[in-house]
């Protein structure tokens, strides 16, 4: 089974978009932006290359206004070359990417003007693959759109416009139930009568269930049949509810110990899965290392390099109990490892706590600080102690301390964005 992330990264420098406001999107800073973003795509792609993460999905926001006739730059020729690149990379890795066109992306509209604008919308998405170069198993995947206050003309129209729609986007488009309008069954229906591929999102189901008495197995089982050799491994989404947001929004992390009971109880290697959470990547690493096979004690302590401090800021105990629980080489106590970091990152940080952690980080450069970098860590210390600033100030010092030195261990740690 292939786990990945949507769209960002945590933690990981350079990868960050870029985007404009449309009054000033000219075709130079437009050029700009786009070589921007495709330089930290690649950026991204080589972490997870790095990670052994397999399932990417690009966010819809690479080519700013890609889909708009504002958007005169004919970026598919000008950045061919960058794309043949990143595409390539993908191909040998043997990663699988995909592309969610967001919420104004509706195709069963019945204003003619928001159903050309979809269309226009995933012609730009499947551009955006095709000239990646990779096959039609990497997707685009819709949600079904509005009910309109009658839900089955809503879907019927659906089924028309997708007909208008070209072979570029036919062969990459799945549907995907959703947490308002459209139920997994819903789908399932549109899906075989247009015969496209249909992904089950757990969270959505959740909310919005098509039948009480069928779990999610059933469903995963149903939707699998919608998919073909061509089309690739199945896919799911899976994501789990933040308990202080309303119905449907994506937890902070995903909870090891939930994940690893759905996990568990699907048992397939043929279905990838999309996580959604709001702490992309981290997520992923976590919930790829916890269900994996070769159960290499280093893998966990690289985390633990990049969590350590901020473990120490928000949980001291938990600190000293994943330091016990690691010194055993021969084992792998990744749901034990994870458990405990999750309980720490629920914990109210004190100021004892958040100092204590500051001075380590600062151990980096105590003697290679200059007088003045030393006397304005002191003082801004100090400061926070008496609650005149706040340990996101600290931070930011210490972090451009850490550009300064090159102190890599620092740059790769969690401590500067948890």
């Known amino acids: 089974m292939s786990i990945g992330y949507a769209c960002l990264t945590v933690g990981v420098e350079n990868t960050d978009q870029k985007s404009c406001m449309l009054k000033n999107a000219s075709e130079s800073r437009l050029s700009e932006i786009v070589a921007y973003n495709l330089s930290a795509l690649e950026n991204i792609i080589d972490y997870n290359i790095k990670n052994q993460i397999k399932l990417f999905r690009i966010s819809s926001d690479l080519i700013p206004f890609g889909s708009s006739p504002m958007n005169t730059l004919h970026w598919w020729d000008v950045y061919r070359s960058d794309f043949s690149k990143i595409g390539e990379k993908i191909k040998k890795s043997g990663m699988r990417v995909s592309m969610h066109p967001g919420q104004y992306t509706v195709l069963n509209s019945p204003r003619e003007e928001v159903v050309e604008r979809a269309i226009q919308d995933l012609n730009y998405h499947a551009r955006v693959l095709d000239c990646l170069g990779v096959g039609p198993e990497h997707k685009i995947v819709l949600h079904i759109g509005g009910i309109y206050d009658d839900k089955k003309e809503a879907m019927d129209r659906f089924i028309r416009n997708y007909q208008s729609l070209e072979e570029a986007v036919k062969k990459r488009l799945v549907i995907e139930n959703d947490d308002k309008s459209y139920t997994i069954s819903d789908v399932l229906e549109i ?11 757990n969270l ?3 909310i919005n269930p098509s039948d009480q008495e069928r779990d999610e197995l059933y469903w995963i089982g149903a939707c699998r049949k919608t998919w073909e050799e061509k089309d690739g491994n199945q896919k799911i989404h899976y ?3 933040n308990p202080e947001k309303r119905a449907g929004s994506h937890s902070e992390s995903i909870g090891i110990n939930e994940f690893m009971v759905f996990y568990q109880k699907i048992k397939r290697d043929d279905l990838d899965m999309m996580l959604e959470v709001k702490d992309k990547n981290l997520s992923a690493v976590k919930c790829i290392n916890s269900t994996s096979t ?3 004690i280093k ?4 985390e633990w390099s990049k969590y350590k401090y ?3 800021e928000t949980s001291p105990v938990n600190y000293l109990e994943i330091r016990k629980i690691l010194k055993d080489k021969d084992g792998y106590p990744a749901i034990s490892f994870y458990t405990l970091v999750e309980e720490a990152l629920q914990k109210e940080r004190t100021i004892e706590n958040a100092v204590n952690a500051a001075q380590h980080v600062w151990g980096y450069f105590k003697d290679v600080a200059s007088e003045k970098e030393k006397q304005a860590f002191l003082k801004n210390m100090d400061k926070f102690i008496k609650k005149e600033t706040s340990i996101r100030s600290i931070k930011r010092n210490l972090w451009k301390l850490a550009v300064k030195y090159k102190e890599e261990y620092l740059l790769s740690s969690y401590y500067f964005v948890l």
């Open 239 to 241: 994501s789990q509810q």
């Open 204 to 206: 959505h189901n959740e």
């Open 294 to 296: 070769q159960k290499k």
């Open 299 to 302: 893998a966990l302590e690289l």
């Open 191 to 201: 899906g075989a009568i247009l015969n496209i591929p249909v992904i089950f999102d």
């Open 310 to 312: 901020t473990i120490l």
